[in-house]
T-cell receptor, first 117, second 117 residues
Framework: AQTVTQSQPEMSVQEAETVTLSCTYD???????LFWYKQPPSRQMILVIR??????QNATENRFSVNFQKAAKSFSLKISDSQLGDTAMYFC??????????????FGKGTKLSVKP | DARVTQTPRHKVTEMGQEVTMRCQPI?????VFWYRQTMMQGLELLAY????????DSGMPKDRFSAEMPDATLATLKIQPSEPRDSAVYFC???????????????FGPGTRLTVL
């Protein structure tokens, strides 16, 4: 069974600095998607960034970028120039790209990020 | 700005009562998911539908939970009878189809916070 592990329950960073959130996953599949979702205190789940496993190039979205290491099954999120609005829970998630239960997102337990002024 | 909508946003009920949660997926999205979020279990899949047909409901307690899609614009999740352990945030998410039946990125609704006393 696929699993997603986030080993950092909580992290903090100073405003304007850079922080990296870790995520590892376990799967025997070769074709899959990885995601980072942000959940602010409002509880809304917001997509931050997406990576397709067959793409070697790391995804980027403005201040957010990932370091995708397929062989190591690692998928970390880097937030540059941290802003107070980045304070939230961050969830790493996975779903496979074919077969039964193809779309089912498997989530990590989350990392609570606090950005301090 | 297309969004997934969920009603009600908050629900407080007494043990044994029936609870119905509703979700309107983004227009054109043919895949709908129900997730539950608790402190202990995190985010977990309850059920999901593609083209209104249930594909996976293995995460749902069958004796008290039921999920349906009466039409393409409405998904419902019912609990009858409700129990205190059902207290959680219930999220609906929808996704646009890609080629070959692959599910694209899931967009989440704001969630229903359920409290069963």
């Amino acid at each position: 069974a696929q699993t997603v592990t986030q080993s950092q329950p909580e992290m903090s960073v100073q405003e304007a600095e850079t922080v990296t959130l870790s995520c590892t996953y376990d799967t025997s599949e070769s074709n899959y998607y990885l995601f980072w979702y942000k959940q602010p205190p409002s509880r809304q789940m917001i997509l931050v960034i997406r990576q397709e496993a067959y793409k070697q190039q790391n995804a980027t979205e403005n201040r957010f970028s990932v370091n995708f290491q397929k062989a190591a099954k690692s998928f970390s999120l880097k937030i540059s120039d941290s802003q107070l609005g980045d304070t939230a829970m961050y969830f790493c998630a996975y779903h496979k790209n074919y077969g039964g239960s193809q779309g089912n997102l498997i989530f990590g337990k989350g990392t609570k990020l606090s950005v301090k002024p | 700005d297309a969004r997934v909508t969920q009603t009600p946003r908050h629900k407080v009920t007494e043990m044994g009562q029936e609870v119905t949660m509703r979700c309107q997926p983004i227009l054109g999205h043919n895949t709908v998911f129900w997730y539950r979020q608790t402190m202990m279990q995190g985010l977990e899949l309850l059920a999901y539908f593609r083209n209104r047909a249930p594909l996976d409901d293995s995460g749902m307690p069958k004796d008290r939970f039921s999920a349906e899609m009466p039409d393409a614009t409405l998904a419902t999740l019912k609990i009858q009878p409700s129990e205190p352990r059902d207290s959680a945030v219930y999220f609906c998410a929808s996704a646009h189809p890609r080629g070959n039946g692959v599910t694209d990125t899931q967009y989440f609704g704001p969630g229903t916070r359920l409290t069963v006393l």
